[in-house]
């Protein structure tokens, strides 16, 4: 073994594959070209409900270089797959706007493409429905959200506190629907050889990926590889296994070749998951003093026909504050849409930026300093559950984060500040996340040498995941990170949960921890040199990862924000925005900050310039690339903090650590819009907060 | 991919030979719009006419004491261009409000005014568009229209031109210098682009055949000062949802010289000249600007979700005109 001294646990270890990204050496799902192989275009469905009647396809068989057309009539059939998203080309049904019903096979991608525009497909159109209203007739209760959880959960007697509480804040919120697009475009490179399929794919977890391939096409998982060495983002749209993985297997297996298919950025949004509308009215009540009485918070959002996916907005309200008198519900309706799933904190991004603007409102209506409002409500135990908490520092952060901030000397009152043409205001919100963890495989290895190796099949979507992993095993075997060897990103090294739910690092690095913790004792133990074969330990946190806490475990943090409002334009600037959170111990200083900041950023993005229509008449996303969706540039994001306390939390997992991918989200678009309503006396409740909003409620 | 043919001429003449022996070419300069069509299938021209390689990169000034820009200038060139930033800080400050630094490092002064419009209809060919296919209607009369026009258009299409640039171009006066194959002609900026009419595939007043080679600004106005100003959804690597450009003189209160113009909501560059004949002799106060302005938006006509844009024309103007008639900084964020 190595006698370097060990770095210290959360130590800003450099990312270790930053060089191979930047000089483009990193290769990616669509990086390989195997000999002989294909390229695939999807064809998109053009209308929004109906059938597909005929795929005629002679003259795209006759473009020079097709080799073959898929659609329902001749494309394999499939198990039932165990994600309706997952079924396609087995039938003629169109449930939505962008749905594949065809695919193109060609020696080069050019070919296939023309071959796609060359296809003739003829339609049976029936009526449909995009429009997420209210009141819309189909709406109904279902028996879960996203997440678990239950769908309506009501303590007390919200209708009677209310009616008896000194102050009511009663409002609705909107957001249109968001989309993930990572940098990366989903894709895959499938072969099939000797019986064996091997799909390199843009997913956030390869075990979860040949699980469902598995099941679509009746394999037993060992003559299944997938990999996922490398992966351009995914914020949770690469979470779940996506058509491209089924279609490129599909495909390979129908003409015996290698075959690569990646959707193009046009395409990505009604195949991938987006996150889902919602219109969510929240209703608080408080005695004089700020004590919330009752916290009603419902929300309205919309789902497909293929599938059911419940953005469980509600479900944070069960968590922040103290309130004897609790109704937290969701309503769905099936709309003719793409199929909505998880998005960047899907429930607490959507569900936080209502209620905390709705808490921003009700310290405006007590004339009482939003930050103090939350401390007194802070409570001691998990409101719906009664758990006790694990750890919790939202406090902590809101004090921290104010002195960090200068919140104290802030004019509370309205439209108060103005510098030149810019109206000054600032905000705050808290932020939740919770503690999620997933059962995992690891190995640990000691060549003779001593030289440690690592293996799971962890994913790292760009977060840091191989570096902390290997930070991990370093600390647990006494040695320097740069000498542990790491091998991630495929189904052949042993199985791991996803990178998702903030979980990836506890799962996979409990499971890292425990075999190399125990091949640390097994070479304590060994006298003299080792064995030809090395050393190797192997963990399964199947059953403590799996064990239900008797704590309620979350993350917390605060979000400060300062804006300046164009007093002639109605653009909005974010100058300031300053995270402080409360994530258990940090594993590595550096990824952890581009992490926290990196969803501060989108955060900003869902405040300010995210947000996307349904064509009604077409029934399609209105934004189809990055120059009408917009994510944040660089000149929209200035001066950004992010800043943690220390938490010592010992009811987590060995490295005390929460998530921390998700947080840095969640809350940072209501502390946006109340910095709006500072600056500007508006209090606008409908994101994005694009110029046109603001410019009715300027002089 | 439909396969298409690629040339690089060696002369103007040559280039305008090659494009008006084939009508299915296309003359290529940055390619940052053209080719994004190529790739969503809106254009599929049988050949490029690749003219980067001709003499026409160059900024001279002329005789008269104005600046000739040639063609293939690159926008991030023309904007740093000491003789722009000098006489015509509205050009400048409108092409460094436009697109990102990697687009502008690319783009060029005669494809700038030849882009075309973002209108999410007219980039879907699985849709009808009667720019793309005349004939076939346009779904964003009553669609999807809260970045379309206020003024100019027709219900055959409500597109707007979405270049910044020319919009300063149109307030500076400038003209487009064409080659074709029936010689050399001028056309004035702000005259350039067409209104739709019934005709909506027609962009631009250019013939078959025809080059852009130079565009031609006449001398800075005496004593005007000028500026661009756009408001947009993000802080950059956005297209104005309105923008305006305008040149003011004032004299003993009274403006003596004043040209206005609107970008994001017209087909063309919306050259206010209602408001410009208001202004002209008016006293420099904010209650005359705003009369002035307030009658060129008179003729507009808001779609079901741009009403906004009335609004924030009128306001941008004003603020614009205020700061130039008080010869105060531009704001900075």
Redesign the interface.
Known sequence: MTTQAPQFPGAPVVRREARDKVTGTARYALDRTPAGCLYAWTVPA?IAAGRVTAVRAVDALAVPGVHSVLTHDNAPALREPDDPILAVLQDDRVPHHGWPIALVLADSL?AA??GA?ALHIEYERDPHDVTLTEDHPGLYTPDEANGGEPALRVRGDVERALAASHVQVDATYRMSALHNHPMEPHAATAVWEDGHLTVHDSSQGATKVRESLAQAFGLDPDRITVVSEHVGGGFGSKGTTRPQAVLAAMAARHTGRPVKLGFPR?QLAEVVGHRAPTIQRVRLGADEDGTLTAVSHEVVTRTSTVKEFVEQAAVPARVMYASPNSRTGHRVVALDVPSPSWMRAPGEASGMYALESAMDELASALGLDPVELRLRNDPQTEPDSGRPFSSRGLAACLREGAARFGWHDRDPRPAARQE???LIGTGVASATYPVLVSPSTASAHAAPDGSPHIRVNATDIGTGARTVLAQIAADALGVAPETVRIDIGSTELPAAPLAGGSSGTASWGWAVHRAATDLAARLAEHTGPLPPEGITTTADTEREAGEESPYARHAFGAHFAET?V?A????V?V?RLLGVYAAGRILNERTARSQFTGGMVMGIGMA??EGC?T????GDF???DL??Y?V?????T?DIQAHWIEEDDRHLNPMGSKGIGEIGIVGTAAAIGNAVRHATGARLRELPL???AL?PY?L | ??PFGYVRPASTDEAVRLRAADPAARFLGGGTNLVDLMK??VETPGALIDIAGLPLDRVARTAEGGLSIGATVRNSDLAAHPDVTGGYPALSQALLAGA?GQLRNAATTGGNLLQRT?C?YF??V??PCNKRVPGSGC?AYE??N?DLAILGYSPECVATNPSDMAVALAALDATVVLVGPEGERTVPVAEFHRLPGENPDQDTVIRPGELITEVVLPPPAPGAASRYRK?????????A?VSVAATLRVADGRVEHATLAFGGVAPRPWRARRAEAELRDAPATPAAFQHAVIAELAEARPLSDNA?KV??AL??AL?VLGELAERRPA?T?
């Open positions: 053009t050019e493409r023309t525009g046009a030149g043409r810019w300046a164009d002639v334009t109605g653009e600037r100058r300010l310039t229509g064509d009604p008449v077409f209105t934004a189809k120059a009408a917009h944040p540039v660089c000149a929209d200035a694009t110029p046109d410019l300027l | 991919m439909k969503l299938g990102s973002r999410r980039q879907d699985s849709k779904p669609g999807s809260r408001a947009r959804d993000r802080a950059s690597y956005a297209f949802l906004f609004d924030l306001r941008l603020d704001p964020a």
